[in-house]
């Protein structure tokens, strides 16, 4: 089984390209967009991953990193990995349970690609039925989309404060030796003092 999975991944996670074709050098025409049968364009369902968006299949939806606001950097042979979502013909762009905004781009092939806050959204093929998210961290640059997700081009969200540093340990003082040798047994075998201990 972890040979077939291997032999399947590996071609599909250097899909995982950019712009230009990435490996394949120039880039192909992209297929178009495909649209859900049926059902909302894009819908928040519970996975293994938790809450993440859908489309009206039941289909993962993933987003590229290197994707900006308003355009697709996945193109030719990633497009063929990476189907890019097309809002559904009879109903348009529909959505339910979002709470970020639905839009559209057009592609460089000329299709239309439904966006969630402003993030082109994709399916993977690599995923076999409804809930796989098989495409989850591929190549470092695709991500399963969630309800939460930002806008590309928005400044990031502000860092919580920092604690101020922690003080270091507290330093127990130590007890300095007495001052005194009695010289006896407990106190490296010296005559006894007469205290019993040697």
């Known amino acids: 089984m972890k040979r077939f999975v291997l032999s399947v991944m590996a071609p599909l996670a250097l899909a995982a390209c950019g ?23 894009v819908q928040v369902t519970g996975s293994r991953l938790g809450t993440i968006l859908t489309d009206g299949r039941g289909e993962t939806l993933y987003y590229d990193a290197l994707d900006g606001e308003g355009r697709s950097v996945c193109t030719g042979q990633c497009a063929a990995s990476w189907r890019p979502l097309a809002p559904m ?12 905004k639905l839009g559209t781009i057009t592609r460089p092939d000329g299709g239309i690609q439904v966006t969630y806050n402003d ?7 690599g ?12 190549a470092g640059v695709w991500f399963v989309a969630t309800p939460g997700l930002n806008d590309p081009d928005a400044a990031p969200a502000a860092m919580p404060a920092s604690p101020p ?15 005194f040798n009695d010289h006896d047994a407990d106190n490296g075998g010296a005559p006894s003092d007469g205290d019993g201990n040697g």
């Open 19 to 41: 712009g230009g074709g990435g490996i394949y050098g120039m880039a192909a025409q992209s297929p178009k967009p495909t649209a859900p049968a049926g059902g909302a364009t």
């Open 165 to 179: 540093p922690a003080a270091p340990p507290a330093t127990r003082a130590s007890t300095p030796a007495p001052s």
């Open 89 to 100: 013909a009879s109903a348009g762009l529909t959505g339910t349970g979002l709470s970020g």
């Open 119 to 125: 993030r082109p959204l994709y399916t993977f093929v």
């Open 127 to 138: 995923d076999g039925k409804p809930g796989d998210t098989n495409g989850q961290g591929v």
